[in-house]
C-alpha cells in the first residue's frame, strides 16, 4: 500500500475541534486581547471540573508552571530537588532556574516512572551525604502512563516532603480513580502543540491548596502589589496564559475525551497489529489501578528478534517514508549539561533510551495513515507486510 498522505506523517500533530474560534471571535468582539479575560478564567473552571482540583492558574508553558511551583515550595540556590531522570528537559532546567540541584532518579520497569524504591535509596543517600533532606519530588507522569502514585506519596510522606507532579503528557490519564496532577502537592500539565489538546503554547498549574495557585497567578503577573500604581514587593514573571490561548483550549476541552479516546485506539490498534511479532513490545497499563491516555504509543525493539534491525536503523528507515518518529528520552542523567548532578540509576532508562521508539500517534491520523505506518514497520523488520 503506497502512502496516499503524500506528506510527512508526523509523531503528533495539533488537532482542532472546530469549536475553538467561537471563544477566540467572543475575545476579540470584546477586545480581550490580553493575558487576562473571560477565556482564561473560564479555561480554569472548566480544568478544575475535569480534573476534580480545587484551584488552577493557567499559565504559558508547562515549564514556566513547575518553575512557579518550585518557587511556591521555597526551592532556593543550594537546595537539591529530585527529578525523574527518564523524561524531557523541561521537567528539570526549572531547578537549575533557581540554581538549586537536580537529583535524578531512575525509572521502575512498569511503567518507565520514578522507582518508589530506588527514591527512598536516593533520600537516604542524600540525607547521608548534605546533612538535609531533598526539598521536593518532582515526578514526571511519562507518555501520559500514571506513575506509582501509592509507592511515590508513601515515601514522600515518610520523609515529609512535598511533591510535584509533572503531568504534562498526562491529561485524561487516571490512577486508582484520581486524575494524574490531583495526588501530590501541585500538579502540571502543558498545552504544547503536540500535547493531548493545545493551546498552542501554554500550561497550568493545579492545586488542592488554593493559596498556591493564587501566589503562582500573582508570581505570574509581574507580582503586581493591590495598589492603584505599579508596585512591586517581589521579583514577578510574565507568565500569565493569553486570553486568546485559552480560548482555544476552551474549545479543546470539549473534545478532550475523544481526543484521548482516540489516542487509547490508536494504542490497541498497533498491539494487535504487533500481536504477532516477539520482537515489539509496549508499554503497558500494570493492572486496573492504571488508565493511561497513551498519548504517544511506545514500543522497545528488540534486535535479536526483529531481523537484526535495531532501534535507531527502524527510525532513519521510516524517516524515508515520510514517518516521523522518535527515540524515547534521552535521561537526564546522560545529558551534558547535567553530567555534575548526583544520579541514582538502575539501567532501566538507559535501556530505554537505546531500544525504544515513538510512533506516529496524533488523534488526527486516519485509520489509513495508522496501517501504512505499522505496514512500513513490518517490511521494515520482517521484510513483509502485515
Known amino acids: 500500500m503506497a502512502n496516499a498522505v503524500q506528506e510527512m506523517i508526523w509523531l503528533s500533530s495539533p488537532h482542532m475541534s472546530g469549536r475553538e474560534m467561537k471563544y477566540v471571535q467572543e475575545a476579540m468582539e470584546r477586545n480581550q486581547v490580553f493575558p487576562l479575560g473571560q477565556n482564561v478564567t473560564d479555561f480554569e473552571d472548566a480544568i478544575k471540573s475535569y480534573c476534580g482540583s480545587q484551584a488552577c492558574s493557567c499559565l504559558s508553558s508547562g515549564t514556566a508552571a513547575i518553575h512557579l511551583a518550585l518557587m511556591l515550595l521555597d526551592v532556593q540556590q543550594g537546595d ?9 528537559v523541561a521537567s528539570a532546567n526549572p531547578i537549575v532556574y533557581l540554581k538549586a540541584r537536580p537529583v535524578f532518579v531512575d525509572s521502575e520497569p512498569s511503567t518507565w516512572n520514578m522507582d518508589p524504591l530506588l527514591l527512598r535509596d536516593a533520600i537516604l543517600d542524600r540525607i547521608r551525604k548534605t546533612g538535609k533532606k531533598p526539598k521536593a519530588i518532582l515526578l514526571v507522569h511519562l507518555y501520559g502512563m500514571p506513575a506509582d502514585m501509592d509507592g511515590v506519596l508513601s515515601v514522600a510522606a515518610e520523609f515529609d ?3 510535584i507532579e509533572d503531568a504534562a503528557e498526562a491529561l485524561g490519564s487516571i490512577y486508582a480513580g484520581r486524575h494524574c496532577g490531583t495526588m501530590g502537592d501541585m500538579g502540571i500539565y502543558s498545552f504544547n502543540g503536540n500535547k493531548i489538546i493545545t493551546t498552542s503554547g501554554g500550561g497550568a498549574l493545579i492545586s488542592d491548596t488554593p493559596e498556591y495557585c493564587r501566589k503562582a497567578t500573582f508570581l505570574a503577573t509581574q507580582a503586581r502589589d493591590d495598589a492603584p500604581h505599579y508596585q512591586h514587593s517581589e521579583i514577578g514573571y510574565n507568565y500569565r496564559m493569553s486570553n486568546i490561548c485559552a480560548g482555544i483550549g476552551l474549545g479543546q476541552m470539549e473534545v478532550l475525551e475523544d481526543r484521548v479516546a482516540r489516542r487509547r485506539e490508536h494504542n490497541a490498534w498497533y498491539r494487535q497489529a504487533f500481536s504477532q511479532m516477539d520482537g515489539i513490545a509496549f508499554l503497558t497499563e500494570p493492572s486496573e489501578k492504571y488508565f493511561a491516555n497513551y498519548w504517544l504509543t511506545t514500543v522497545v525493539i528488540n534486535p535479536e528478534l526483529c531481523g537484526g534491525v535495531d532501534r535507531e536503523q527502524l527510525r532513519l528507515r521510516l524517516l524515508e517514508k515520510g514517518i516521523e518518529t522518535r527515540p524515547l528520552w534521552k535521561p537526564m542523567h546522560l545529558q551534558p549539561v547535567f553530567a555534575d548532578c548526583p544520579a541514582y540509576s538502575s539501567g532501566v532508562s538507559e535501556a530505554l533510551f537505546r531500544d525504544g521508539l515513538c510512533l506516529p500517534s496524533g ?6 495513515t495508522r496501517e501504512y505506518v505499522a505496514q512500513s514497520i513490518s517490511e521494515i523488520l520482517n521484510g513483509e507486510a502485515l
Open 80 to 88: 537539591e530537588v529530585i527529578c525523574s531522570s527518564f523524561t524531557f
Open 161 to 163: 516532603i512535598p511533591v
Open 363 to 368: 488523534s488526527a491520523m486516519d485509520d489509513e
